[in-house]
């Protein structure tokens, strides 16, 4: 425990010798450690001014949209700017096809006419507060890992409950540098969020998957939400007598633009980041997972394309799924190229190699950090075929819709077998699931899904490992000789699953003896029999591996903070707040190319094509372009900006992060990264890896222009300066 103790203070002190300029994502309780490099850098603000307990700062701009976006308040009536994308769901879900907000856009003419949107909450962090000595109280050096880790989970619970604030406010606490400390973050959750105003999609997705992860970018993505809260300002479920939210704080405008070595600030809850891992890990994920993941992918996206581009109505169902999924599918590819391009496999097992050299060179580090990489190598070779398998349960068996929703009804199935199962249990579940039903249906094409269960059972047959195959899969592979279009034309035609009629009938009079026939169904019998499988079989391998590897990477954390004095050491993103640095920046991808780091509208005339739907331009914004009516937004050059690129690092999270310059004003929205440095999750390179920023006068344009809801203009605080 005296160990711990000093381990941990050791990290906070060694911090601010270990910096970088542009790479890293840091806490904001770190800030009095960085305030000084960042000052350096371009910031005219002062630690205080941006993350404070006791005073407003700005922090308390910023919010965690949904589970997994950034969203920036820009007004003192809780107006909310993020990422189009990150606002699809919502307005998909608002949309009909008589009222086609993703094809045509939407904008509220008064609060009046703001949409709810059931389920979906903003967060603010109230404050964050190093809590390791509390978490590793009983911890000790002889302990397994299995009892260390139920030690801290229970003291983990403890905090979390003590800390409890009460309504609308959450606890928790999180691992940082793979548990050598821990913070506790209290949150307040608000969840009456109305969509405000979003562009039409050939604004808001331009470019669609082809320009995903990709530079140069002219997509206007953004969408407007208003965060409402109970008359004396708290959290409160949606209700008509609900008004907007007063922020502590929101961020002013900035109407300047940007040159290249500006400084750039980002704010937001990046996700997840994997810097520290050995090169075995890297290894695993860049060339060993990656490539069978991409190759599922390719497949489902393949079809969802070929449909959505014949029917307007498989469009809407299917552009946030297709959006979804081809976002880590083309986000993988580009990771993997760049690994290999920096030779990150190679790069890392010399480190590695000289890590143990230095360990072994003193008899205490020897015993501590000698093996770790013989072991890590042990380790991931076990790993590895549990881990195939299971990605070809959830690329594979779960990305089949049919299966995938088949699999929700595993629990009324289990509770209808019970003999002393109560009538109002299973009327209680099947409420439940007699919406979740209506929810899919909506959006769900058979013929689509059918496309895909055959090209996704095929692959499965042939290329995944026969030890792993599910049960009930190989008695059907038996008889199937190698074709699966019979097996798939029977499913799909004898399922109840994929009969919505039929289904909601059942749910409707959910009797025990109807339910239990479900789980006799083909398509629950796959399913069930893979869950089965990865239950039994696989999950507990990879569990107990992913334990060993979590125990070797802490040690390892651990090692690296005494082994390279001034070596950079920031903890890995984990959805918690974090702060990142940059500049304004362009970057050379390739010999004798060079990207300037600046887009202007004139390049979406030059990627127009009527024929392609990802490039259509709306014709009033083609007006707007060619008769050069930018306003107030237009840049000292004389054209309309329309993104630009900087060094800040960033992941998956970071969309919707406002972008800051010195002063603290917005001047971009974060929405992207270019795909030679998508690789950023495992490797930081300063010349290739730039963050895609929408420029917020573009955002204003659209608003103002475009949409004529000057109104939203108008709450917000311009600047100049």
């Not at 009460?166 to 969020?193: H, M, R, S």
């Not at 070809?392 to 003999?419: H, M, P, R, W, Y």
């Not at 290329?463 to 190698?482: A, T, W």
């Not at 390739?590 to 300037?596: G, H, L, Q, S, T």
Request: aromatic share 10%.
């Amino acid at each position: 425990m005296e160990k711990t103790i000093i381990f941990i203070l050791f990290i906070l002190n060694f911090l601010p010798f270990s910096l970088k300029a542009e790479e890293g994502m840091w806490p904001p309780v770190f800030l009095s450690q960085r305030i000084g490099e960042m000052q350096k850098m371009g910031l005219k603000m002062t630690a205080e001014e941006i993350y404070s307990i006791n005073n407003s700062s700005l922090k308390d701009a910023i919010v965690q949209f949904g589970s997994g976006c950034t969203g920036v308040l820009v007004s003192e009536k809780g107006l909310i700017l993020t990422n189009h994308h990150c606002g699809f769901g919502s307005i998909q879900k608002q949309s009909r096809m008589e009222h086609d907000y993703l094809t045509n856009g939407f904008w509220a003419g008064s609060m009046e006419e703001e949409l709810p949107n059931p389920g979906l909450t903003v967060t603010f962090l109230v404050r964050m507060e190093d809590v390791s000595i509390k978490v590793m109280e009983g911890v000790t050096a002889s302990m397994t890992e299995l009892d260390r880790a139920a030690v801290i989970k229970k003291n983990i619970e403890k905090i979390e409950k003590g800390a409890s604030q009460g309504a609308g406010f959450e606890a928790k606490v999180k691992p940082f540098y793979y548990g050598n400390q821990y913070f506790l973050c209290i949150n307040e959750v608000f969840k009456d969020v109305r969509l405000v105003g979003a562009p039409p999609s050939n604004i808001g997705s331009f470019g669609g998957d082809t320009d995903n992860w990709a530079w140069p970018r002219h997509t206007g993505d953004f969408s407007i939400f208003r965060i409402y809260a109970s008359k004396d300002n708290k959290p409160a479920d949606y209700s008509k007598e609900n008004v907007p939210y007063k922020p502590k704080k929101y961020l002013s405008v900035s109407m300047k633009g940007v040159e290249k070595g500006d400084f750039t600030m980002i704010f937001g809850f990046p996700g997840t980041t994997k810097e520290y891992l050995t090169s075995y890990g890297v290894d695993l994920i860049a060339f060993k997972e990656n490539p069978v993941k991409v190759s599922f992918r390719q497949q489902r996206l393949d079809i969802m394309k070929n449909a959505m581009a014949s029917d307007r109505r498989t469009r809407m169902q299917y552009a946030s799924k297709h959006a979804g999924i081809a976002n880590g599918w083309k986000k993988m590819m580009g990771e993997s190229k760049g690994i290999e391009r920096l030779g990150t496999v190679g790069r890392k097992h010399e480190e590695e190699k000289g890590f143990a050299e230095w360990a072994n060179a003193d008899q205490a580090r020897a015993i501590k950090y000698g093996a770790l990489f013989n072991a890590a190598e042990k380790t991931y070779k076990r790993l590895y075929p549990y881990d195939l398998a299971g990605i070809f349960v959830t690329e594979g068996f779960q990305g089949i819709e049919l299966l995938k929703f088949a699999s929700g009804f595993k629990d009324i199935i289990k509770l209808s077998s019970q003999k002393d199962a109560k009538e109002s249990d299973l009327v209680k579940n099947a409420e439940k699931l007699r919406s979740a039903t209506l929810t899919f249906f909506k959006d769900y094409q058979q013929s689509l899904d059918r496309k895909v269960a055959l090209a996704l059972l095929t692959m499965i047959s042939n290329k995944m490992s026969q030890e792993f195959k599910p049960d009930f899969f190989k008695e059907i592979e038996k008889k199937q000789h190698g074709k699966w279009a019979g097996f798939v034309d029977r499913l799909f035609a004898t399922s109840v699953f994929a009969d919505s009629s039929k289904l909601i009938q059942i749910l409707s009079e959910p009797g025990a003896k109807s339910l239990r026939k479900l789980a006799k169904d083909p398509a629950y019998l796959l399913i069930a029999s893979s869950a089965i499988m990865m239950d039994k079989t696989i999950s507990p391998v990879m569990l107990e591996c992913n334990r060993t590897i979590d125990s070797l990477q802490r040690i390892y954390i651990e090692g690296l903070m005494h082994y390279e004095n001034g070596r950079l050491l920031y903890p890995d993103a984990n959805s918690t707040m974090r702060i990142a640095c940059g500049k304004v920046d362009d970057y050379s991808p390739e010999d004798a190319v060079n990207y300037r780091y600046f887009t202007t509208v004139a390049g979406i005339l030059q990627k127009e094509n009527p024929d392609i739907y990802d490039y259509v331009v709306d014709p009033k914004l083609k007006n707007l372009i060619l008769s050069r009516d930018f306003g107030e937004y237009v840049d000292k050059d004389g054209t309309m900006h329309v993104a630009f690129t900087a060094s800040n690092h960033t992941t998956g999270g970071n969309s919707g992060s406002p972008v800051l310059d010195g002063n603290g004003s917005l001047i971009g929205l974060n929405f992207d990264r270019n795909w030679e440095g998508t690789m950023s999750d495992l490797q930081y390179d300063p010349d290739q890896c730039r963050n895609i920023i929408l420029d917020i006068r573009y955002c204003l344009f659209i608003i103002d222009r475009f949409a004529g809801a000057q109104r939203l203009v108008n709450e917000m605080k311009l600047v100049n300066d």
